[in-house]
């Protein structure tokens, strides 16, 4: 699978999760979304970003509580929860947001 | 919502009509050969596919003796049919325990039993086709390995043995499931199911340290990697990452606390969960458990507790001493391993936790009795204890405790639809259809018993809950940790505001 990005060709795996991180860009989250009819504001990129920050520290996506409350300093403790979070990324925080970032997809039980 | 049909809840559960391939579609994603080959199989499907399927079902038979018997013993007495989840939630014949067993015995027939080598038609054998070969692959992800049927049948048979054998089998020829296979590669390479680096680990507990301080005013610990700490805890990586898991997490470090116990979890070993049982791999399962062995060994722990995970608990409670063991270097007084609710449990019958139970009044509670727990352990010193425990202490910290119908709990629990390996969202549509039974039995206790929140003790019970609720109408938020009841009821010694006297705590028996 793939998706076209800026005139190129970027592959995925099977969810649409990108097959390499280093092909990311910005404009793949805008792409993603559009794809899953969502258009992009600035709250859901204060997540990509952190999701991208994050990563490329820990190799890893943030814990849910890790999050919440680095969405809650950035956009006011009213938003530093799930709730908010699921709002802007009804498929799951985690999964969707991650996707969109160019990250793996979380495994586990989760 | 869904591409799917979403299954209609009634007034009481019904028993569907069958409908010939209602799931035949069903299929999760093929692990890539990396993934394979880093757990020892092949990467790919084998050229003499057949022949090495055939050998492993003998080799499966000679080291199993149950599995042969189970082969053998079937007389068709029908009381699995509609026993099963994934049967009731998709009508598909073919999810009958009887069928599912079929698959994989009709190939033993034809090449292992004198009727079905000369007399096939007779006895319903089949020759191993590719056909059969993705039959098996779609049917037996169609399982949750849960062992409901079992209970049912009248000769045992445990139609979990089978579908492990089975994906073995698969795994074998070079055909795995992505989900298990790349989340085992995990575990070897990183420690944990998720691929939670040590780094990661140590920041997400630390901001649960101040998380807790901020709420409570007490300090708290989440220790990693301390030697020479009593308790080793292990819990599945989805604690340190997921709600409502997390919220149990927190329940477990404040009881710790309170207990004034030595603890410590592990880097190396940050997963309680053991899907190398899904895979039917024992050589896989006892790799992930020597992990904990070695953990237990370099920090030089005297206790092993095992946080809230279904299928963790059969492996540590059933297989953790043969796979791992001897266990002579922790201390013999205490079970080997010990679960978080034996834990909590003894320091409640004790005394020593106080608790303010109203901080839970603003909710109605069931409990899941997870499949793995119910019918495949024990907790404490008496029969039933791994269903009796659990409850006790939702009790112990809540007013308002309600059970699900009778015949939906105990060892006749209904699963969550998301175990045995099957929480992937490729997945999706046999999870929604297959939780079907349990949705029942809430709507039941929510409608008559008043129930708001249901609780569990298993990661993947609580992420597949939360993931597929909605469907049925409920929220997300309706499914709560054990644990995390614990920890909004507990009253944390030296926390702002604890001085009053401890008067309604029933469990306390105060003799100083």
């Known amino acids: ?110 | 919502m869904a591409d799917f049909e979403v299954p209609e809840l009634k007034e009481t559960l019904e028993i569907p009509k069958y409908v010939d391939g209602a799931m035949a579609h069903s299929s999760p994603y093929i692990a890539k050969a990396e993934f394979q080959e880093d757990l020892g199989f092949p990467g790919e499907l084998v050229e003499n596919w057949q022949q090495v399927a055939l050998d492993k079902m003998t080799d499966l038979r000679t080291r199993y003796r149950s599995f042969q018997v189970f082969l053998d013993i079937c007389v068709k007495c029908g009381a699995c049919t509609d026993k099963c989840h994934y049967y009731i939630g998709t009508s598909d014949p073919k999810n009958m325990p009887v069928a599912r067993q079929d698959l994989l015995r009709k190939v033993y027939r034809r090449y292992f039993t004198f009727a079905g080598k000369y007399f096939p038609k007779l006895v319903g054998a089949v020759d191993l086709t590719k056909d059969v070969l993705d039959e098996w692959y779609s049917y037996y992800h169609q399982c949750s390995q849960c062992r409901r049927c079992s209970v049912f049948c009248p000769y045992g048979i445990d139609t979990a043995e089978i579908s492990m054998a089975a994906r073995e089998i698969l795994d074998s020829v070079g055909v795995g499931q992505k989900y298990c296979n790349e989340i085992l590669g995990k575990v070897f390479k990183i420690g944990n199911n998720l691929g939670l680096p040590q780094p990661a680990l140590a920041d997400t507990l630390e901001g649960l340290e101040e998380e807790v301080e901020d709420d409570t005013g007490v300090p708290v610990k989440f220790p990693l990697d301390q030697k020479g700490a009593e308790i080793l805890l292990v819990t599945p990586s989805a604690d340190f990452f997921a709600e409502p898991h997390v919220d149990g997490l927190i329940g477990y470090a404040k009881v710790f606390h309170e207990a004034g116990a030595s603890w410590t979890m592990s880097s190396y070993a940050s997963e309680a969960g053991n899907f190398g049982m899904f895979i039917g791999s024992y050589e896989t399962m006892q790799r992930a458990a020597l992990r904990i062995r070695k953990a237990a060994i370099d920090l030089g722990v005297k206790r092993i507790v095992f946080g809230e995970c279904g299928h963790a608990w059969r492996v540590a409670y059933a297989f953790l001493n043969t796979l791992a063991g001897p266990f002579d270097f922790l201390d013999p007084r205490y079970p080997v391993p010990q679960h978080i609710c034996e834990y909590t449990y003894d320091l409640i019958q004790q005394g020593k936790l106080k608790f303010d139970k109203s901080e839970n009044d603003h909710m109605t509670l069931t409990f899941h009795d997870s499949c793995n727990v119910a019918r495949a352990t024990r907790m404490g010193d008496k029969p039933g204890g791994q269903l009796d425990i659990p409850r006790a202490v939702i009790k112990a910290v809540c007013n308002n405790y309600v059970d699900m119908p009778v015949d939906t709990i105990g060892e006749s629990t209904f699963c969550c639809g998301g175990g045995g390996g099957l929480l992937t969202d490729d997945l999706m549509e046999i999870r929604v259809k297959g939780a079907l039974p349990r949705m029942q039995a809430l709507k039941t206790a929510t409608d008559e018993g008043g129930v708001t929140h249901m609780a569990a003790i298993c990661a993947i019970c609580k992420s597949q809950f939360t993931k597929v609720i909605p469907y049925y109408g409920f929220t997300m938020d309706q499914i709560v940790s054990v644990h995390q009841l614990v920890s909004e009821a507990i009253i944390l010694t030296g926390a702002p505001g604890d001085d009053e006297p401890d008067s309604d705590n029933e469990d306390s028996s105060d003799n100083e």
């Open chain 1, 1 to 110: 699978m793939s998706i076209e990005v800026n005139g190129k060709t970027l592959e995925t795996d099977e969810e649409g999760y990108l097959a390499n991180l280093n092909d990311w860009e910005p404009e793949v989250a805008n792409v993603m979304a559009a794809l899953e009819d969502t258009e992009l504001n600035e709250n859901h990129w204060e997540v990509i970003n952190f999701l991208r920050e994050y990563y490329e520290e820990y190799q890893i996506a943030p814990a849910v509580r890790v999050l919440t409350k680095a969405i809650g300093k950035k956009l006011g403790k009213e938003k530093g929860n799930s709730k908010y979070l699921y709002e802007l990324f009804p498929y799951g925080p985690g999964k969707q947001a991650c996707k969109y970032a160019g990250l793996p997809k979380p495994t586990g039980c989760v």
